[in-house]
């Protein structure tokens, strides 16, 4: 069964810094999706980012970006030049290629942006 | 607008009573799925549907219950709710399942059983 796993409960960052969030798994297999998926204090669970496997190139979007690093089965997520609204818990969460569209989602780490 | 509707949002109630949590998608997505929240653990998958009359369990399916007679309705059944089902649960849709089609996600029902 995949697993994910991210390792720091809680962060903080100052706003209009940069802040990196880890996140790693374990699969055996080759085609999968990874996804980071944002829940502000409303609890409504946002789509960020998602990557394809099988894509070599790190996906972006605006001030979202992730490392992808297969082979060490990483998949971080840094967000630059952060606003207070990016507060939230944010969940890194693995699907298997081909599968019932199961999220297998990490437990979460809770971000907070200081002004 | 297109969105995935939950309702109740909020819900007290007492052991062994029957309760259903509604959900309900008008983007004529084929793919719908049940996730419960709870604190230090993540979302866990509860029970997901490829489509009319397909339904099969997910992770944590025990004390549930699912129906998918209409594409659009997938209702959420407990039919003897305990204390430990307490928690925040999400419905989600997707237009299919197999690729990576954005999941959507309602906007939530909290639980709690006393």
């Known amino acids: 069964a995949q697993t994910v796993t991210q390792s720091q409960p809680e962060m903080s960052v100052q706003e209009a810094e940069t802040v990196t969030l880890s996140c790693t798994y374990d699969t055996s297999e080759n085609n999968y999706y990874l996804f980071w998926y944002k829940q502000p204090p409303s609890r409504q669970m946002i789509l960020v980012i998602r990557q394809e496997a099988y894509k070599q190139q790190n996906a972006t979007e605006n001030r979202f970006s992730v490392n992808f690093q297969k082979a060490a089965k990483s998949f971080s997520l840094k967000i630059s030049d952060s606003q207070l609204g990016d507060t939230a818990m944010y969940f890194c969460?693995?699907?298997?290629?081909?599968?019932?569209?199961?999220?297998?989602f990490g437990k979460g780490t809770l971000l907070t942006v200081n002004p | 607008e297109a969105q995935v509707t939950q309702n109740p949002r909020y819900l007290i109630t007492v052991t062994g009573k029957k309760l259903t949590v509604t959900c309900s998608q008008n983007m004529n997505h084929e793919y719908m799925s049940w996730y419960r929240q709870d604190p230090g653990l993540g979302l866990r998958q509860i029970y997901y549907?490829?489509?009319?009359?397909?339904?099969d369990k997910g992770d944590v399916p025990e004390g549930y219950k699912v129906s998918r007679k209409e594409k659009r309705n997938f209702p959420l059944i407990l039919e003897s709710p305990s204390p430990n089902q307490t928690s925040l649960y999400f419905c989600?849709?997707?237009?299919?399942?197999?690729?990576?089609?954005?999941?959507?996600f309602g906007n939530g029902t909290r639980l709690t059983v006393t």
């Open positions: 969460a693995f699907m298997s290629g081909g599968s019932n569209y199961k999220l297998t």
């Open positions: 549907s490829m489509n009319v009359e397909v339904t």
């Open positions: 989600a849709s997707s237009l299919r399942s197999g690729d990576n089609s954005p999941l959507h």
